[in-house]
């Protein structure tokens, strides 16, 4: 089976550097997505990773560790506009099997 | 254009209504989604089509009834629904179901069962 833990509620200051991150256990890895949800909004696509290593994406980036099951999400100069979900979502047999999503709070 | 576009943005319909809600995707995308989201939870499939084809239906009760007349166009036809049914429904299309491309999602269509 499928397996997707992240923190639940996550704090950090504006200007500030944060890291979520995302552990998963599967049998079949297509892929690891991370997505932002806005409160009451659809989820936007933020990042995605298949090989091992760091992608980069303006002030986002993302990291894969498949031998470790893990993956994280690192937001640089935060902005209040960054206040809100961030979904991890495993590809496994090519069907999205999404974490519950951590609540990032910023403040000034 | 990588917009997914949804109507009606709201519903509010009684448990002996039939409505649809609506998606359509310009992008070329040959699989589409829909989506069922409780309020601070994730997501959770509903359907999926892939080339037209319904591929995917994680044991929705048949008063959930999905139609993909063609390839840019995903209907969810609503009959007889039940107040936990009351949801945010999103709609999403990603190139290919075969291969690791994200997902694109509409705005959600916000419905509420009296």
């Known amino acids: 089976g499928q397996n997707i833990d992240q923190p639940t509620e996550m704090t950090a200051t504006e200007g500030a550097i944060v890291q979520i991150n995302c552990t998963y256990q599967?049998?079949?890895?297509?892929?690891l997505f991370w997505y932002q949800q806005h409160a009451g909004e659809a989820p936007t696509f933020l990042s995605y990773?298949?090989l091992d290593g760091l992608e980069e994406k303006g002030r986002f980036s993302s990291f894969l560790s498949r031998s470790k099951g893990y993956s994280y999400l690192l937001l640089k100069e935060l902005q209040m506009k960054d206040s809100a979900s961030y979904l991890c979502a495993l590809l496994s047999n090519y069907q999205l099997i999404w974490g519950a999503g951590t609540k990032l709070i910023i403040k000034p | 254009d990588t917009e997914v576009t949804q109507t009606p943005k709201h519903l509010v319909m009684g448990m002996t209504n039939k409505k649809s809600l609506k998606c359509e995707q310009h992008m070329g995308h040959r699989a589409m989604y829909w989506y069922k989201q409780k309020a601070k939870k994730p997501p959770e499939l509903m359907f999926v089509?892939?080339?037209?084809?319904?591929?995917i239906n994680e044991s929705v009760p048949s008063r959930f009834s999905p139609e993909c007349p063609n390839s840019s166009l995903l209907n969810l036809h609503l009959h007889a629904l039940q107040p936990e049914d009351s949801a945010l429904y999103l709609c999403a299309s990603s190139q290919l179901l075969d291969r690791p491309y994200e997902q694109y999602f509409g705005p959600g269509t916000r419905l509420t069962v009296t």
């Open positions: 599967t049998s079949g890895f297509n892929g």
């Open positions: 990773n298949v």
């Open positions: 089509y892939s080339y037209e084809k319904l591929s």
